[in-house]
């Protein structure tokens, strides 16, 4: 490949990412961040990031949901741009790779091409997500979903946080204030579309892999539960009175694990990660409890028929214990598939950099399960220690990271061709 040998300065990358992790919420020190959508942490990541995309010569524009795009003019600057990006919302107590090595690291991709006199025929675009977690609404990758039209702008608009505050309210209180029908992108916007990422998962670390070339990002899905029982008095009602809301949501989401646990499917996953117990007194018998359910397969049929199967149990549990059993879907989206073309250009990229790379399926989401609909999409993984991720101990190596957006600028620079 004849592009220009991209120079990553890897000290100044590690140390924005740095930075960028000590904008946080969290009671604990970095690198252990918190880091939710539309709060003064949020707004403050967002203005240290577009603060170094000006100063790399790159044109902002924030659309009316916060999505902000920054964009190196290519010599044909009306020719559908090449994009590449990811986010900086942080799910409470994580870590500080998750969606900052994309942010960030195309950044660094960029000023390294500069440096190098490329000078791109197509326009490369720096995208950074609106909440691509699911921590305030419910639902993760709102920015990409409406970007995509994957969600229209009513359902958005919508969503609610815990304080019972809609999408829109809060949008608009954190100074994002046009309106939602102007955010779906034009077709043909992109003509193609990289993210990096860090894998959160074990294949490439212990394959002693450089690189993971993602082929398809699995079908995640999410819903609520609502248990209504009795509530009482934890002294004065005796256990054979008792329709406790709390035992039911715990035998309900030991059926979650089993279920998942004995799918034909290796790769179903199930989790109960947020339960929200009413009135959450010690003395009072819990009346209502909310929980989370998060699950996932490659195959979207095989988790929609473990999603039913465990309606039927739920419903089983509710009669036995005479309590009331609701769930609401909030999203059940099918798998993405990476496009070819991207495919061959970071398989390309990694060989002239002599980087050892392997295809592999992505079991998290991304803003790419939804950018994918609208642009050829693709994703570079860059290992991660363990394949932990969701923690304050996520981490990749700077040299990891370098392969990484050294991986990247070769395939924006060729896409952008
Ligand atoms: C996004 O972080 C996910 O849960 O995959
Ligand atoms: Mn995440
Ligand atoms: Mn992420
Ligand atoms: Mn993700």
Known sequence: MSQPDPRINIDRLIAELQCLAAISDCPEPPPAVTRVVFTETDLRARDYLTGLYEQAGLAVRVDAIGNTFARWEGAEPALPAVGSGSHTDAIPHSGMYDGTVGVLGVLEAIRALKSAGAQPRRSIEVLMFTSEEPTRFGMGCTGSRLLSGAITPDELAQL????????????????FNGPLDSVELPSEYYHAFVELHIEQGPVLEAERLDIGV????????ALQFTVTGQGGHAGGVL???RHDALTAAAEVTLAIERLAQQS????????????????GAVNSIPSRVRFSLDIRDINNDNRDAVVREIGVQAQAIAER???????RVLNADPPAIAADSIIDAVEAAADALRLSHR?????????SLFIARVAPTGM????CRGGVSHRPDEFSTPDQIKAGVQTLALTLAELAK
């Open 380 to 383: 570079i993984f860059i290992p």
């Open 160 to 175: 609610r946080d815990s304080d019972d505050q809609d999408y829109d309210q809060v949008r608009q209180a954190a100074g």
């Open 239 to 241: 256990m054979p009175a």
């Open 214 to 221: 993602v082929t398809a990002i699995a079908a995640p899905a």
């Open 321 to 327: 214990r005479g309590v009331a059993i609701g769930s």
């Open 359 to 367: 295809r592999m399926i992505s079991r998290a989401y991304h803003d």
């Open 264 to 279: 034909r499917s290796p790769d179903l996953v199930a989790t109960v990660g947020q339960l929200d117990v009413h009135p």
